[in-house]
């Protein structure tokens, strides 16, 4: 079964049409990679995916493990197991990061008609997988995101990931600020929640990225379409010759 | 739906505390003059000194009164008050000399259970006494023997002016004298009841001492007063707690707080306020005109003020510290929240009198729906706090686009010694932050809450434990229906 269908989505910002007609399946325990120019629309995609309100559907649908999402509210779609990794993680002040992730998974596990765990049950799962991404204990303690450097972000977004287990991960640029031993620590948490029941979309514009965590399938994104899919080689072909070869028009873009 | 109806749906939950007990209720007649004076101290079978002081206290206000001289510099706005409208004093009915609660007007019983507090000491948590004031008198105290056993003196400012009189006399009017101000004036004249605690020298007060304010009847003010001293070397931490059903009219709280800290002692006051706001439309709701100050008498002593205050139509409320003795230390903490059509002027005084004398000022106010919020904070240095220190934080939340933050600091150094800090910051609860939380698998509620608890710790954590998740609690009640 697919994890994902997405069906000729057209979706607005602002009155301004972004996203103009995407069709993608993702199966589960595929990976997937979005690549295409600043602006095309990438970021938007993984917003209306994550049900952000600001974002208007125009039209089309998308199925979630055979679910409507597009009725989903985020939380809904954060319960039924969508993560999104944030290109620009938000600031919580005076949230500890373990407080945040234990109410977040205990509000998934509600959901899901699961006990709450307490913080003894917790705080192993998250040491184990702050671990896992070699992040400090003492970021447990510390308010969610504020202050952490711009890599740091991004390796607690996947922390989080890792607690939250998803079904479906959308990863906007994550790999985006971190240096060359953070990607490969973050590339290996990533690489460990590879699962046939799990999906995971890596929205990037490096194939350095995808050197680690490799794709079964590459799209790319342009003016709000999908304009060309293929293999892992796709990416390669992009990072010799940018976009201009597949669409003309883009040549300026890149 | 937008972040800012979000915001605005959980803002807007019914205030749960609203409802009316029906007492039989000895009320006097409305309206202000010396004979209403008279009649109340009457009333509480008072000594010669109370009635002298009240007179002149009347006598005072009534000249203020004249002169128009009805404070106007606070950033709120209301229709005149009334002062004939008012009742002065409104008691439920019960025997003279009640020697337990079972003699207690099961009613008012009823009332408090249903506020979540219980007056049975078996039933308490074991921690906590409570002296329960219902409308202009205090019901019942618990735990009163448990404490005498240390010392300890809490009991109705009614039962200490019959049992401590030379306590009273010592200590009523030292901090907050009947010609401090408008209301305090006010408040003199006419309080019937609050609460009075003493700790001896050397005493740990071995239990939370709290008051419940209950304002229960129509048409009456509240105006009660409280006094603490605690002597050299002892400490104590009181909590006090108010609501008052919904009415249309609004109701008058005038009340005063005096602390009086000796050598070495500590007193920690903590509220959490919830007075009947008013409606969505700004109909009802309490006038929270209240004066509250302490004084660090000795050396080395500390006085801690920590407040929430989430009720009321108007909060006008600057809990202070006189820093007289050397070393000592001031403190407060507060989160004002106004939602609707609240007004909050709100903050501090620190007035630094003796020597390495140290302040810290943490407000935090959030502003949702029309509210109007506003920290008045001054910070004074005299001539001899040489090594004086403050540090002064306000924040400011708002929720929507529709209410207001403002702040007014004063500052004043008379010596150059002082050592001051100041910080200021006004942010906005963004829907990105929201959003961020919701893709966790919060509600937008929890999402909120999550948010404005993170903004609030500096404060809450200054809260006892069993007051701090009240607080929690209340803030998002208060603020349900305002989020967007
Ligand atoms: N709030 C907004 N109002 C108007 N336009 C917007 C708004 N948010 C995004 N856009 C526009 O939508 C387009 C798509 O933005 P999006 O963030 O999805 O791009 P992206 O593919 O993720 O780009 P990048 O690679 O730079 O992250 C951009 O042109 C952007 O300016
Ligand atoms: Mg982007």
Not at chain 1, 180 to 203: E, F, T, Y
Not at chain 2, 10 to 28: H, L, N
Not at chain 2, 177 to 199: E, H, R
Not at chain 2, 345 to 372: E, F, L, R, Y
Request: hydrophobic share 40%.
């Amino acid at each position: 079964m697919n994890m994902l269908e997405i069906r000729n989505l057209h979706a607005r910002i602002d009155n301004q049409e972004i996203l103009k007609g995407i069709d993608l399946a993702i199966p589960a325990g595929e990976v997937h990679a979005i690549m295409g120019p600043n602006g095309s629309g990438k970021s938007t995609l993984a917003h209306v995916l994550a049900r952000r309100e600001s974002y208007e559907v125009a039209e089309g649908q998308v199925l979630f493990q055979g679910k409507d999402l597009l009725a989903m509210k985020p939380e809904e779609a954060a319960c039924e197991g969508l993560f999104m990794a944030f290109q620009y993680p938000v600031e919580v002040a005076g949230i500890s990061n373990a407080y945040f992730l234990r109410a977040a998974l205990n509000a998934q596990r509600k959901y899901r008609g699961e006990d709450p765990l307490d913080a003894i049950d917790f705080l192993p799962i998250l040491k184990a997988k702050m671990e896992l991404l070699e992040m400090d204990e003492r970021f447990q303690g510390r308010s969610v995101n504020e202050g952490f450097s711009g890599g740091e972000k991004k390796r607690n977004e996947i922390v989080q990931m890792a607690v939250l287990e998803p079904r479906l991960a959308v990863l906007d640029e994550t790999d985006s600020g971190l240096d060359i031993d953070a990607l490969k620590i973050v590339a290996r948490g990533v690489n460990a929640m590879r699962s046939p029941d799990r999906s995971i979309v890596l929205i990037t514009h490096y194939q350095r990225l995808l050197d680690y965590i490799v794709p079964d399938y590459v799209h790319v994104l342009a003016n709000g379409r999908i304009i060309r899919s293929g293999g892992p080689e796709l990416a390669l072909e992009l990072e010799n010759k940018g976009y201009g070869w597949i669409a003309p028009a883009l040549a300026g873009a890149q | 739906m937008t972040t800012s109806n979000t915001i605005q749906d959980i803002a807007s939950q019914e205030y749960k505390w609203g409802f009316i007990t029906e007492v039989d209720e000895d009320r006097i007649p409305k309206g202000l003059n010396e004979d209403t004076i008279r009649l109340i101290s009457t009333k509480k079978n008072e000594p010669g000194f109370m009635l002298d002081w009240r007179l002149k206290a009347y006598r005072h206000w009534a000249s203020l009164e004249r002169a128009h001289a009805e404070p106007t510099w606070a950033h709120i706005k209301h229709p005149p008050i009334d002062y004939q409208g008012i009742t002065y004093y409104s008691a439920p009915k019960q025997k003279p000399n009640r020697k337990s609660l079972d003699e207690v007007d099961p009613e008012v019983l009823e009332a408090y259970s249903k506020l979540g507090i219980s007056l049975n000491e078996q039933k308490r948590l074991a921690g906590v006494a409570v002296d329960a004031v219902f409308d202009s008198v205090s019901v019942a105290t618990t735990f009163k023997a448990k404490l005498a056993e240390k010392g300890v003196i809490f009991c109705s400012f009614s039962e200490a002016v019959q049992k401590h009189p030379d306590l009273v006399k010592k200590y009523l009017g030292s901090v907050v004298p009947y010609s401090d101000n408008f209301f305090a004036a006010l408040n003199a004249a006419v309080f019937s009841d609050g609460s009075f605690a003493y700790v001896p020298k050397g005493v740990r007060c071995p239990m939370e001492l709290s008051t419940y304010f209950r304002i229960n009847a129509a048409d009456t003010g509240q105006f009660e007063r409280t006094l603490i001293v605690v002597e050299e070397g002892g400490y104590a931490s009181y909590l006090e707690g108010c609501t008052a059903p919904k009415r249309d009219e609004n109701q008058l709280h005038a009340a005063v707080v005096e602390l009086i800290a000796l050598d070495n002692a500590q007193i920690k006051y903590s509220t959490v306020q919830n007075w009947y706001p008013g409606d969505k439309e700004g109909n009802g709701g309490i006038y929270n005109f209240v004066t509250k100050r302490g004084k660090c008498l000795g050396n080395n002593s500390k006085i801690s003020w920590t407040q929430v205050e989430t009720g009321s139509a108007i909060t006008w409320k600057y809990p202070s510290v006189i820093l007289m003795g050397d070393n000592s230390v001031g403190e407060f903490y507060s989160v004002a929240l106004t939602n609707n059509y609240q007004q909050a002027d709100t903050g501090t005084k620190m007035i630094h009198m003796g020597k390495n004398t140290k302040s810290t000022i943490i407000a935090k106010g959030i502003s949702a729906g029309h509210g109007q919020n506003t920290y008045r904070g001054q910070v004074k240095i005299m001539k001899g706090a040489t090594g004086a220190r403050n540090y002064t934080q306000c924040d400011s939340l708002l929720i929507g686009d529709q209410c207001g933050a403002h702040t007014f600091p004063y500052i004043e150094v008379r010596n150059g010694s002082a050592r001051m800090e100041h910080e200021a910051s006004t942010s906005k609860i963004g829907e990105d932050q929201i959003f961020y939380l919701r893709q966790r698998g919060l509600s937008a509620e929890e999402a909120v809450s999550m948010i404005i608890n993170g903004f609030c710790k500096q404060v809450f954590r200054e809260l006892p434990m069993e007051f701090a998740v009240e607080a929690q609690k209340l803030l998002s009640v208060s603020l349900e229906g305002s989020v967007g």
